[in-house]
């Protein structure tokens, strides 16, 4: 084999799962499924950390919620270094008008559907202040 060169395409093929760290693990395992959708699938109580995995049925996708024993004091801050927002895809323009209903529904405090250059987004932050967004991305033209 060549230097450089691999028997195996080292290529991401997607996003397995997606893990945060919240202040409260229950209470937000609750509100990721009422506002997501998600399905709890279990909980697991470690020595450092209790974790509860959620799975969203229709994409796949499989979250992590990680409360951390003695964990530093404080909101999220997306302006830190580390995460700073998790963006949901969605398949068309109007379900942002969709789910700017649902979330006013369920009480979520959310920012109106802001059209851009590239696409849209409606943006909602999660019980730790975890910036949430939904976006569409507009279709390429030529």
Not at 5 to 30: C, K, N
Not at 34 to 41: G, M, T
Not at 92 to 107: I, K, M, T, Y
């Amino acid at each position: 084999m060549i230097p450089g060169e691999y028997q195996h395409r080292a290529t991401p093929t997607g996003i397995s799962h997606l893990d945060l760290s919240v202040s409260d693990v229950d209470a937000s395992a609750t509100w990721y499924e009422r506002v997501l959708d998600l399905r709890r699938l279990h909980r697991v109580d470690l020595p450092t950390r209790t974790m509860i995995v959620l799975f969203h049925e229709a994409s796949g996708l499989v979250i992590g919620l990680n409360q951390h024993q003695g964990a530093p004091d404080g909101p999220f801050d997306e302006r830190r270094t580390g995460l700073d927002h998790v963006g949901f895809a969605v398949d068309n323009r109007g379900a942002l008008d969709a789910w700017q209903v649902r979330l006013a529904d369920l009480g979520v405090e959310h920012s109106p559907v802001e059209d851009t250059a590239s696409g849209s987004a409606l943006v909602f932050r999660d019980p730790d202040q975890i910036q949430l967004e939904m976006w569409w991305t507009k279709p390429r033209v030529g």
